[in-house]
């Protein structure tokens, strides 16, 4: 399959010029020039973190530089990008590393459990993103590459690709709290993919234009298709009743897929009897502490993150900044403050109560320590959440017993955790019906 551009107008407007300028290629969001980098330089370690984040993502620059150095390259491309900046008129092209072969991995996060933030870096620093504009709205003008990226979303296996590009790819390392990282990017001239095969059952609701895109999404999720694989199709309107299909920023669509397979879930939770124990499971990943604490209560759930000083998100503070959202059995209406991570997370959470066919209130607590140095994607929140949930756990008979357990595990003061926790705070100070025997 091939597809042609050339330098005529895209649509009429700002974006007739292929060669447009704008936030696509703009680095590492929320960088900023320090003194205190500048004085550094990477040797003396001035921000206290294990080593320099502006290095790390040098090297991976320089390594892949003697393979992505011309504006074509051929290589199997296992993914795509739908961008945001600009809506309705944003960027979507292929992810392409210059490798031919099984490069599922490169954007697979359900594969990188376990790996450094170095191989993270250092894989998806390979992809490099085509951006070609077009209007989420008229989809329709078109139609040729839309279409091939769809199939290309819902291929079952990376494709052979090559694509020629107005210009040899260029910019930083794009990194985002939301979305995996992903390398330099250009203005994509001509794409050709070769031989495929489609996922069948993504093939199948693609097809199925009387199908609501929620009801696809959860079918697929039923049918055992990896979130992120739905999310990418998803992202590239692939599903949904014919006239009403758009495509979706890659940023939305991972959180919007999330949202909807955990909010089904959390219905099914609603419905099965409580646990008789408290619960509490971790994981360690990435210098992030992870506990999930499960109390023998109705549904409800919470999660609260503690940045330590000189994280991501806390670069030049002086305390830990602590940032939580929760929900009860009406659910929420509000979009959580702390974005996507709070809806990856709930999906974990209610894919483990689902599969263990029981109910519970649940507050998960996350340490980011200054080794967590860049950030990766909400995958590391849900990933990691599925890890602590797949392993065993430590029962206990009151939650005093269970937090003081919590304790030895985090450097955090239960206090400040119960502080910054309706759950916790609900939990230890709410009086209930059996504290006076049950009586009624």
């Known amino acids: 399959m091939s597809l042609m551009m050339d330098s005529t107008p895209i649509f009429a407007g700002r974006f007739d010029n292929p060669f447009f300028s704008g936030h696509e290629s703009a680095g590492f969001l929320g960088e900023r020039e320090r003194p205190l980098c500048v004085e550094c330089k990477g040797a003396k370690m001035l921000c206290a973190k294990a080593r320099c984040p502006l290095l790390v993502k040098y090297y991976a620059a320089v390594r892949q530089k003697q393979f992505i150095d011309n504006a074509f390259i051929r290589g199997s491309a296992p993914g795509v990008f739908v961008g945001r900046y600009g809506y309705p008129a944003v960027s979507i092209g292929p992810l392409l590393p210059p490798i031919l072969g099984d490069t599922s991995e490169l954007d697979t996060p359900e594969m990188w459990l376990g790996k450094s933030i170095d191989d993270i870096v250092s894989m998806r620093s390979s992809l490099v993103r085509g951006l070609y504009r077009v209007n989420v709205k008229k989809i329709d003008h078109f139609t040729k590459i839309v279409e091939d990226?769809?199939?290309?979303?819902?291929?079952?296996?990376?494709?052979?690709?090559?694509?020629?590009?107005?210009?040899?790819?260029?910019?930083?390392?794009?990194?985002?709290?939301?979305?995996?990282?992903?390398?330099?990017?250009?203005?994509?001239?001509?794409?050709?993919?070769?031989?495929?095969?489609?996922d069948q059952r993504l093939e199948k609701a693609h097809y199925d234009t009387d199908l609501p895109a929620r009801d696809a999404v959860l079918s697929l999720y039923g049918h055992d298709v990896l979130v992120t694989r739905i999310q990418r199709a998803f992202s590239m309107g692939a599903f949904g009743a014919k006239k009403s299909r758009r495509l979706v920023p890659t940023r939305q669509s991972i959180?919007?897929?999330?949202?909807?397979?955990?909010?089904?879930?959390?219905?099914?939770?609603?419905?099965?009897?409580?646990?008789?124990?408290?619960?509490?499971?971790?994981?360690?990943?990435?210098?992030?502490?992870?506990?999930?604490?499960?109390?023998?209560?109705t549904w409800g759930y919470e999660l609260v993150e503690a940045w330590y000083p000189d994280t991501i998100w806390n670069p030049a503070g002086r305390d830990i900044m602590v940032i939580s959202d929760h929900e009860l059995g009406s659910g929420r209406k509000e979009y959580a403050r702390i974005g996507g991570c709070y809806y990856a997370a709930r999906l974990a959470t209610a894919e483990y109560l689902v599969k263990e066919k029981r109910q519970a209130r649940v507050v998960i607590l996350r340490e980011a320590h200054s080794g967590y140095i860049m950030p990766v994607g909400v995958w590391n929140v849900r990933e990691n959440v599925r890890a602590a949930l797949r392993g065993p756990y430590e029962a206990f008979s009151s939650l005093e017993a269970a937090l003081a357990y919590v304790q030895s595990r985090f450097d955090i003061p239960i206090k400040r955790w119960t502080l910054n926790s309706f759950v916790l705070k609900d939990g230890r100070f709410q009086r209930r019906l059996s504290d006076f025997g049950g009586a009624g």
């Not at 291929?155 to 990282?181: C, H, M, N």
């Open 149 to 198: 990226l769809q199939l290309l979303s819902m291929a079952d296996r990376p494709i052979d690709t090559s694509a020629e590009f107005y210009r040899k790819p260029a910019g930083r390392i794009e990194l985002d709290d939301e979305v995996q990282p992903f390398g330099p990017s250009a203005p994509l001239k001509k794409m050709e993919m070769g031989n495929f095969r489609l």
């Open 255 to 297: 959180t919007a897929v999330d949202s909807m397979i955990g909010e089904a879930l959390v219905e099914d939770v609603k419905r099965l009897p409580i646990i008789n124990e408290f619960r509490v499971f971790e994981s360690w990943q990435l210098d992030n502490r992870f506990i999930v604490l499960m109390l023998p209560e």
